[in-house]
């Protein structure tokens, strides 16, 4: 039986009609004042320095007809580790008033995924210490997203469009198989017994450029299969910072640069073998990981900039559609519940806890609260997807970190010319990992209970919901649905 639903919330459109462009784009320093506790680990960190600042860039796109509004969208890329359930929810209801003519359900938030990025949940972690509290730090990431949000969606005007691919080498594979058949993500591949990565990587640079009335580059967004995760020190954007002070540095200094991580869950910017020779080239140029991978990403930007630079689109077919979907969760057994329950007695029992027992109690009594709900009936996880056509171009998201293979079937099924994709972007929820089928028989983290709300499955109708989205924008205007 199947078990996925759909239902179209906005933007139900056959296809898309050419229409002129408005372009509006602003950025946001959302750093938190120090000490600022971390997330992106099993414990929290306190961090007492600013490595480099964190940004919220904000796009604003309108498609006109005739002078009259056709179609839009805000797109909000932000220095965060992942969006929290209800930080979008939170944050559309703070925009309210705003932003005059525009539905606030046609904008995301979407994360790079830095591990240097500040706690947006209380609860997240049992303690923060003297540094800034969560429901502290919230209202001023709010306020100066909106700020973000508010000037771009002020400031749109007619402008052009175009759109390249580049290649860079920056995500890479970290689940290591090993020869009894076991995958371990950051596995030790010097083991006698390694046999190799678990999958494959991609280095796809998708390149989106925005220009204003002069043609002067106005804002960029840059998809690729790398979460921000090379490292750096305290607070830190990883190598999104060098990225964009590279790019400013050769376009101009107002430039907008939006970063997107597209699916890669099972991918990390480090490499799983020839570390060695990489810290080499490293030092030798003088450049720290995040640096190093941030000038990859550069140069495929400059390199694909100078070349669609010659084809520059004022007018082109643009749609927005927005869906909640609702996929088969994944499965819950009377084992995996019973083991989860004994970790988190243990846990509670427990005079003093650890500093990683909070991480562990809590995604163990997720598991259990998943099981109760799947005998009451639910065996959905929903989720808000987001499909734009902007020109041949395809923008398509989702709120996890989906393994690289869910991410290839999408853009290698897609009928657009070219299709960027993003994970950690308009999350409802908590959503975590999507592994394969191939990680699950391997095991390990990233293919466990605790973190797969969804599994093959639910990522297989994922893939098919996604196919069949942006297929509904590239049908002939008018043409009906068989």
Not at 51 to 80: F, K, M, N, W, Y
Not at 150 to 175: D, F, K, M, Q, T
């Amino acid at each position: 039986m199947r078990l996925w639903i759909v239902a179209v919330a906005i933007g139900a459109v056959a296809g898309a009609r050419a229409a002129e462009l408005w372009i509006g784009a602003a950025t946001a320093d959302i750093t938190p004042p120090v000490p600022a506790p971390l997330t992106g680990g099993k414990s929290v960190r306190i961090a007492r320095q600013v490595g480099t600042p964190l940004t919220a860039t904000a796009l604003a796109i309108e498609a006109r007809e005739g002078g009259r509004p056709a179609g839009q969208a805000i797109l909000v890329s932000c220095d965060l580790c992942v969006i929290r359930k209800g930080i979008q929810e939170g944050f559309r209801k703070h925009l309210e008033g705003r932003l005059p003519g525009f539905d606030t359900r046609n904008l995301f938030l979407a994360a790079t995924h830095t591990h240097s990025a500040p706690v947006i949940q209380q609860d997240r972690y049992e303690a923060y210490g003297d540094a800034i509290q969560p429901k502290d730090y919230v209202p001023l990431l709010y306020d100066r997203m909106a700020e973000a949000v508010a000037a771009a969606w002020s400031n749109r005007a007619p402008g052009a469009v175009a759109w390249g691919l580049g290649r860079a080498v920056a995500g890479e594979n970290r689940r290591a198989v090993f020869a009894d058949g076991r995958a371990v993500m950051y596995g030790n591949a010097a083991a006698p017994d390694f046999r190799g990565a678990e999958g494959g990587a991609d280095s796809a640079v998708d390149v989106l450029c925005f220009y204003d009335r002069k043609r002067k580059l106005k804002a960029a967004a840059i998809a690729l299969a790398a979460p921000a995760q090379a490292g750096g020190s305290g607070i830190n954007a990883d190598y999104w910072h060098p990225v964009r002070e590279r790019i400013r540095a050769k376009h101009g200094t107002n430039v907008c640069v939006l970063g997107f991580c597209a699916p890669a869950g099972d991918l990390v910017p480090k490499p799983l073998v020839r570390a060695k020779a990489e810290a080499r080239m490293e030092k030798m140029r003088g450049l720290s990981h995040a640096e190093e991978i941030g000038r990859r990403v550069a140069d495929a930007f400059d390199d694909v900039a100078g070349v669609i630079a010659a084809d520059l689109r004022t007018d082109v077919p643009f749609a927005h559609a927005v869906r909640d979907v609702a996929l088969p969760a994944r499965r819950v057994t009377d084992d995996e519940a019973e083991a989860a329950r004994k970790v988190v007695a243990a846990i509670d029992a427990k005079a003093k806890l650890a500093p990683t027992d909070w991480w562990v109690r809590n995604f163990n009594r997720l598991v259990v609260a998943r099981h109760e709900r799947q005998k009451a009936g639910d065996g959905t996880h929903a989720i808000e997807m987001h499909v734009l056509r902007i020109g041949d171009v395809a923008i398509a998201t989702n709120p996890f970190e989906l393994f690289l293979n869910y991410g290839e079937q999408i853009v290698g099924r897609s009928p657009a010319g070219q299709t960027m994709l993003i994970q950690l972007a308009a999350a409802t929820d908590e959503h975590y990992y999507v592994p394969t089928s191939r990680a699950l028989a391997g095991g390990g983290y990233s293919a466990e209970p605790t973190h797969n709300l969804v599994g093959p499955e639910g990522a297989q109708a994922l893939v098919e919901r996604t196919v069949e989205a942006i297929g509904e924008l590239w049908r002939p205007v008018g043409e009906t649905r068989p």
